[in-house]
């Protein structure tokens, strides 16, 4: 009897639940029981804190619901090279949560392929084909009704930002994500009625092996970052997305967000591709200037400090011109972050003010929509450092400082009008614009160029900067925002207006302006390489014509260069730092360069689409080419790189502890200032441009289509003249001359190795070298000692990679500090 007693008990206490029944959870407890003692954080997605154990739990109220999720580092690492920033967004992801018994899975959907059909079989057919990843898994701990409740904990303290793979990738060793060292971050975890955010202080544990990452880290067998979630609403229907054209001057959206709609007719494309743009609507589209249904505004950091933070949101307020030529009133707004908000709120526009232990790049990043590409969010990144560097290129254009110790207002005034220029920049990619590199030939047409700082010297011969950067948004600018976020009245056809947006941009009658894209103004992303073929395509660079600028800016060089002094640094500073102004100084030439080198087997071209009347393509005249190649070689000269050797006599060897070696000059003098390696460095700048393969190929397939345009073979012959074959000079001239010699050889044999490069550009740079070798035997027993050893020394080293290509493969030139950003 007692047994059936105890049998009769546990059958009503199995029916004492709560609520927790069906689905694989009869024994589960009812959330509001299971959560009773937490704290409720409530938001779109509802959160439960328990701070007896610390664990952080998930309420699912709509399941099998898609949703945007984010994750982002909310607290950064510190190092430019490991680029692992403060605010740094990560993946955004169409996701949902999908229940399947106890267990609940985080799903991201697969919006790359899909079938825009009313036909739900037909859009099965293709959701079923292709893969979804599942970037969560939780047991369910209670549940009411088709409410779950699941610990979200682990999930939250995962290395979900892939920092981990970032060190590793960058060999600094191997590192995983320790949960005994990780916790839920609270003060930045909360709750919205559109989104909801959770932060979370991630340790990663590993075994150190790399110089950069122990720079930045206390202890850097103990990384400690935070790691941020934004779990986010669909946005509200009504946005039509915007089909990209790659005319319009708006980011290319690339591989990541390509669209394949397989309901599309046979005949029709199935890829398809969207701009990027936030969503603005006009009150009265009808009117010629209306307010917007709800303004873009976009929220500066707080802990930019003035006078940088007024510059900032000056700068960045500059895109309400853009607008306002578009028809919109005050559409554009730029405000103080509200005290106490985060940052990595999708609900705010931000621009970040972000710290790093080196200068390095800034960048306009954006939450979207996966589905339309609707921007959510737009988040810049500004590196602090830069207005320091513009300080310094300012500090040695005007070698300022006296003996009373006063600091001029230009220097500051110089920096704030490149951070002003800059703000605008990053906000533009926010926006969804593209660079455009040939804006700098339309005299300044956009802020989605690179500028380089247009100094002057004025008629009392001083150097001047008062046109150094431009101010206000570019007519590009506002063309480009003209097409993207024009609000058109009902009954107007927005798809011809948008073309004649276009047409009229690019028309000699309309604005006459030019379009170069990132893709086509250099090679790898953030890297300058020697290939670009478009002579308006080019970073840092000033004018319609590139090589009347270089010889303009090579001037300005000389007269800076003539005047170099201890007044380039303040009292009371280490002289060794007069290298940390020169090296941009005597490097001033060094993007122009590049400019002047795209005209040399270049090609002006256009992203023409059939009917819309662009010319496609077209050769660079002749007498354009020949100019280029005769400025590009007074670069070499010995008396372009030439130091005054009273100059070089006030550097010394840097001080114990300091640490800026690598925005100085190379050394084969030990601790020496070299000067020697600075014109090595300096010369390769433009031997990389000239003996380019790219370059090469290009000369000879122009060459092939037409016998006015030079070949390969004549601009090597140009460059042998002008050095090799130079008559012998003594003293500081003869050893410079014997620098660039060297680095030509080492650049010609690197292209005659080069298995990539065309093979008839291959065989003239080796026939050029054989020439030379035959040419030194002839010269080396009639020379004087140091020619001669300079020549027999040479022929010894063609012999030797004519006999074997490989013994020259690890050779490498002498590595210029680094230009990019200024």
């Known amino acids: ?29 009812a959330i509001d029981t299971h959560t009773a003692d937490m704290r409720h954080i ?61 267990k609940v899975l985080l799903l991201a959907d697969n919006p790359a392929y899909v079938a825009d059909s009313d036909n739900a079989d037909e859009r099965r057919a293709v959701e079923e084909a292709f893969a979804r990843s599942a970037i969560g898994g939780f047991e369910v701990v209670a549940a009411s009704g088709e409410r779950v409740l699941v610990d979200g904990t682990d999930f939250f303290l995962r290395d979900a930002h892939g920092v981990a793979r970032r060190l590793k990738d960058k060999e600094q060793g191997e590192y995983r994500a320790d949960p005994e060292r990780s916790a839920i971050f609270l003060p930045r975890t909360r709750g919205f009625p559109d989104n909801t955010e959770v932060d979370a202080m991630v340790t990663l544990a590993g075994d150190a092996q790399g110089d950069i990452i122990a720079s930045v880290a206390p202890d850097p067998r103990a990384v400690t970052v935070h790691q941020h979630h934004s779990f986010i609403r669909l946005p509200e229907a009504g946005y039509e997305p915007l089909p990209y054209d790659p005319r319009s001057g708006f980011i290319d959206p690339g591989y990541d967000t390509l669209r394949y709609d397989y309901a599309t007719a046979i005949g029709e494309p199935v890829k398809r591709t969207y701009a990027w743009r936030h969503r603005l609507r006009k009150k009265q589209p009808e009117a010629a200037l209306s307010e917007p249904v709800e303004p873009i505004v976009y929220y500066l950091d707080r802990g930019a400090p003035e006078p940088v933070r007024s510059a900032l949101m000056e700068g960045a307020a500059w895109w309400n011109q853009a607008f306002e030529a578009a028809g919109y009133k005050d559409a554009f707004q730029v405000k103080l972050l509200p005290e ?39 988040h810049v990144t500004l590196g602090s450092l830069r207005v320091r560097q513009d300080y310094l290129l300012a500090e040695g254009l005007l070698a300022p400082y006296g003996e009373d110790g006063e600091v001029p207002p230009e220097l500051l005034d110089f920096a704030l009008a490149r951070i002003r220029q800059l703000a605008a920049h990053e906000v533009g990619h926010t926006l969804g614009l593209e660079h455009n590199f040939a804006a700098s030939s339309d005299g300044r047409a956009s802020v989605m160029d690179y500028p380089h700082p247009y100094v002057t010297l004025g008629e009392d011969g001083e150097v001047d900067l008062s046109r150094a950067y431009d101010s206000g948004i570019g007519e590009w600018d506002k063309r480009a925002i003209l097409y993207g976020y024009q609000d058109f009245a009902e009954g107007v056809d927005a798809a011809a207006a948008r073309e004649r947006i276009i047409r009229d941009t690019y028309s000699a009658d309309g604005a006459g302006l030019h379009f170069v894209a990132d893709a086509h103004s250099r090679g790898d992303a953030f890297a300058i390489t020697a290939g670009p073929a478009h002579p308006r395509g080019s970073l840092w660079d000033n004018g319609a014509d590139p090589v ?58 256009s992203y023409a689409l059939r009917g819309d009347g662009q010319i496609p393509t077209a050769m660079i005249a002749p007498g354009q080419q020949r100019r280029a190649v005769e400025a590009l070689l007074a670069t070499i000269a010995p008396q372009a790189l030439a130091l005054r050797p009273e100059l070089v006599a006030l550097i010394p060897p840097r001080p114990p502890g300091d640490g800026d070696g690598r925005e100085l000059f190379p050394r084969q003098t030990g601790y020496v200032f070299d000067p020697l ?60 001359r014997r620098v660039v010699n060297m680095e030509i050889l080492e650049r010609l044999q690197r292209l005659a190795g080069n298995g990539r490069a065309q093979p008839q550009a291959r065989a003239e740079a080796l026939d050029a070298l054989l020439a030379l070798r035959d040419w030194l035997g002839q010269q080396a027993s009639s020379a004087v000692p140091k020619w001669r050893a300079h020549y027999r020394f040479a022929a010894a080293q063609i012999q030797r990679f004519v006999d074997d290509p490989q013994a020259m493969a690890g050779m490498e030139a002498l590595k210029a500090p680094p230009g990019s950003p200024i």
């Open 677 to 736: 390696a600075a014109a090595a460095t300096a010369a390769g700048l433009t031997l990389d441009m000239l003996l380019d393969p790219t370059r090469a190929a290009r000369m000879n397939n122009n060459r092939a289509r037409s016998a006015a345009q030079p070949g390969f073979p004549d601009l090597l012959d140009a460059l042998l003249t002008a050095t090799w074959y130079a008559p012998a000079e003594s003293g500081q001239a003869g050893a410079l």
């Open 42 to 102: 409530e938001g779109f997605v509802d959160l439960y804190w328990d701070d007896v154990t610390g664990r952080l739990f998930v309420e699912v109220a709509a399941l099998d619901e898609p949703f945007i999720y984010v994750s982002s580092l909310s607290r950064g690492v510190g190092s430019n090279d490991l680029g692992l920033d403060r605010g740094q967004l990560g993946d955004t992801r169409l996701a949902r949560f999908v229940r399947s018994g106890g």
């Open 340 to 378: 106490g908000a985060d940052p990595m709120d999708v609900r705010y526009n931000v621009i970040q003010w972000v710290h790093r232990s080196t200068r390095g790049w800034s960048y306009g990043y954006s939450v979207r929509d996966p589905r339309t590409q609707e921007i959510l969010k737009g």
């Open 548 to 605: 009347a600028e270089l010889e303009r800016l090579t001037r300005l060089r000389e007269t800076v260069l003539a005047r170099f002094s201890d007044s380039n640094i303040r009292l009371g500073r280490p002289l060794a730092e007069i290298e940390n102004a020169l090296v941009p100084m005597y490097l001033m030439h060094r993007y122009q360069v590049q400019a002047a080198a795209t005209l040399i087997g270049g090609q002006e071209f």
């Open 1 to 29: 009897m007692r047994y059936l007693c105890v049998l009769v008990l546990g059958l009503l206490l199995s029916g004492c639940g709560g609520g927790g029944g069906g689905k694989g959870g009869a024994n589960l407890p």
